[in-house]
C-alpha cells in the first residue's frame, strides 16, 4: 500500500485512478500517526523531515500533481488493481450498477457502464473526465488500458 501526506492529495486521486491502493493522511493527523501508518507501505511525501524519519519514503520535490505522479511513477511497484476500479475518494473498489434507474438521464444515455463505490456511494463512468485523464497521462509517457 502507499500512503500519501496531507500535501498530495491531488496525486492520491491520480494514484487511485490508476489502481493503486492508497492511503491519504489529512492535516489533522500528526507526524507520528503519518509513520505509524506508513510501517511496511511506501509513504509520499513533500515533507524533508518526515522523509529523513521514514525509511520506505519517497520525497516528492514539485508542487505540481502531474509532475508529482512522473517523479513517482517509475519508483512504484504495478498498480494493485486496473485503471478506474479504485474509488479517488475513499479508496475503495467501484462496483459496476444494474439498477440505473435512479441516475440522472444524461448518464444513462452516454455511459455504456456505471460503477458505485460500496464505501461512498460515489458514482463512476466513462466520460470526458476519464479521456482528459488519459490525455495527461500520455503527455506524462504513461499508457494504460
Keep these: 500500500m502507499i500512503v500519501t501526506d496531507s500535501m498530495l492529495g491531488k496525486l492520491t486521486v491520480y494514484l487511485r485512478m490508476l489502481g493503486y491502493d492508497v492511503k491519504y493522511i489529512s492535516s489533522d493527523r500528526g507526524d507520528s500517526y503519518v509513520e505509524e501508518q506508513s510501517s ?3 509513504l509520499l511525501t ?46 475503495s473498489l467501484i462496483e459496476e450498477v444494474k439498477d440505473r434507474e435512479n441516475l440522472p438521464e444524461y448518464v444513462n444515455r452516454r455511459a455504456s457502464k456505471i460503477y458505485k463505490c460500496p464505501g461512498c456511494g460515489r458514482y463512476y463512468w466513462d466520460g470526458s473526465h476519464t479521456e482528459n485523464f488519459r490525455r495527461i497521462l500520455r503527455g506524462l509517457g504513461i499508457e494504460v488500458g
Excluded at 518526515?50 to 525509511?55: F, G, P, S, T
Excluded at 508542487?63 to 504495478?78: C, N, S
Design 46 to 91: 513533500r515533507d524533508r523531515d518526515l522523509h529523513r524519519r521514514v525509511k520506505n519514503s519517497i520525497f516528492l520535490s514539485s508542487y505540481d500533481p502531474r509532475e508529482q505522479l512522473k517523479e513517482v511513477i517509475g519508483k512504484l511497484p504495478p498498480p494493485d488493481h486496473g485503471f478506474l476500479e479504485v474509488c479517488t475518494v475513499c479508496g
Design 40 to 42: 511496511g507501505n511506501i
